[in-house]
């Protein structure tokens, strides 16, 4: 499309079970240089109810800085670092969650700005029983189905109209390669909202980690992409994201670099993946360095390639009208002033 864009979002580095302060988003902007359209918060099921308040120090607005961030919630039922989860998808389908849904679905409907919700993402493993997953809703299609529903369907009764479901498979799946498969896994058409995919390069592998290995941008995501844009009989018309996605900062690979990693992935998103309308650098120091300063080269590369215009820092509308389209245009205009005024401002503070 003439007009197109592709929204511009990050995990910023923040802890598990907390939003992030308005203050590491500002950190997190001044690094990449450029305003983050939308911020992706963890929260499992242990962590506890909708974290209104401190969304709204965070996500929101506090000492003085609008982040105008739109929430990306990934809603994961389990309990971090506890091997029997109480958070079944068998428990969920029965009605044993039902309240603790409801309350959060509520508090989702009175949050009224936009929501994405990606609920237990990275769904596909690998269908082999003898294969440990690294998520306890792995593995089990129909139960999975199932518990999407009862979720959606409950978020529905409550009036969340704001909330939108994003579907989103991890690549490192053998039944990735077959559609078949994936659809396995989808709730239904009338159930998603978004269509995401979660990827990284891991640079080199160790025995605990036997998926870490360097992959092109390509390699992770083209034939996930390719499986969504071709298959609209199974998967349906839907908004298209990158949900979360990074390179490691060293690579057993002979010539290549996160440097070109980035330079590359950026332009294959403007220019070959032109269905996808958001994207989420995941910027953390975990399992590798994933930050986008992990090195002065690194920093310089990423900043050079989210200053492209195509890279927003405003909502994308959904397409659908003439109206919508102007309105998208506009928001374009008015964001590329917001910024050069924010970056002003930044300086001189």
Known sequence: P?????????????ED??????????DFESLADKHVASSLVYWSWADGDFP???????????????TG?????????????????????????TGVYDDYINRFARSCRDWEDPIRLRFAHEMVHDGDPLTEGWYPWQDQPELYKQAWNKVHSI???????????????????????????????YPGTDQVDWLGMDGYSWGY????EPWGYYLSFDEIFKELYQAFTDNPDIFGDKRMMIAEFAAAEISYKPDTSKVGWIEDAFNKIKNEYGELEAIYWFHSLKERDWRINSSDETLAAFQLAVSDPYFTSHIVPE?????????????FNIGKFRKKINNSFNLLN
């Open 205 to 208: 592998y160790t025995a605990n």
């Open 155 to 185: 978020f529905e009764q409550a009036g969340a109209d704001n909330v939108e479901f994003v579907w989103a498979p991890n690549h490192h799946t053998l039944s990735m390669v077959d559609v078949n498969g994936m659809a396995e896994y």
């Open 17 to 26: 079970s907390r939003p992030p302060y308005a203050s590491e988003i500002q």
């Open 319 to 331: 397409p659908g009208s003439f109206i919508t389209f102007l309105a998208g245009l506009l928001l």
């Open 52 to 66: 209104l308040e401190q969304l709204e120090q965070g996500i929101r607005y506090h000492d003085g800085y609008d």
């Open 69 to 93: 961030t739109n929430l990306h919630l990934v809603w994961e039922p389990w309990a971090r670092d506890i091997d029997d989860n109480p958070y079944t998808l068998s428990h969920i389908v």
């Open 2 to 14: 003439l007009f197109a864009q592709c929204e511009f979002g990050a995990f910023v580095g923040n």
